[in-house]
């Protein structure tokens, strides 16, 4: 696979969350407490890193799902969470494939543990890699959405 049809890949990947309306996800953070002024400019990817990090708060502490609405700013809600860093990575390289500046992309893999000598076979192994880090970050927010609202 050529970094060229990589990059449009991840695109095409990052496209998945996009579709979740970013008033909607801002409309539940503020229904949790955090302030409209903070939640106001963030983009889709701060807005799903907040609501996972008030949903994991509650689910350690077995909140019941009532307890997400709350007048109260939830402590640590704007905090970065590194389950979602391949998102971040993701969007990253969505954003050098139209900016064409692929090596920042390439040490960010690195430091997520890729070794980046293996694009020099082509990018299906780095595709692979960042599919598998989007598919848990994913996963794991509905898995924590579902922990919380299967508690009444």
């Not at 970013?22 to 799903?48: T, W």
């Not at 993701?90 to 500046?101: C, F, G, P, V, Y």
């Not at 980046?116 to 880090?133: E, I, P, Q, R």
Request: proline fraction near 3%; aromatic fraction near 6%.
């Amino acid at each position: 696979m050529t970094q060229q049809t990589f990059l449009a890949r991840c695109k095409s990947l990052h496209e998945v969350w996009q579709r979740i309306p970013n008033g909607y996800l801002k409309l539940l953070l503020e229904n949790a407490g955090c302030p409209r002024a903070s939640v106001k400019d963030l983009g889709s990817l701060k807005l799903l890193q907040a609501l996972l990090n008030i949903i994991e708060m509650l689910n350690v502490h077995e909140e019941a799902s009532y307890a997400f609405t709350s007048t109260e700013e939830p402590e640590g809600w704007n905090n970065r969470n590194k389950t979602l860093e391949p998102l971040f990575l993701n969007n990253d390289l969505r954003i050098a494939d139209a900016h064409e500046t692929v090596k920042n992309s390439l040490d960010t893999l690195q430091q997520l543990g890729f070794d980046t000598a293996n694009v020099n076979a082509g990018y299906g192994k780095a595709l692979d890699f960042v599919m598998d880090g989007v598919i848990s970050s994913i996963e794991s927010i509905a898995s924590n959405l579902d922990r919380i609202l299967s508690r009444k």
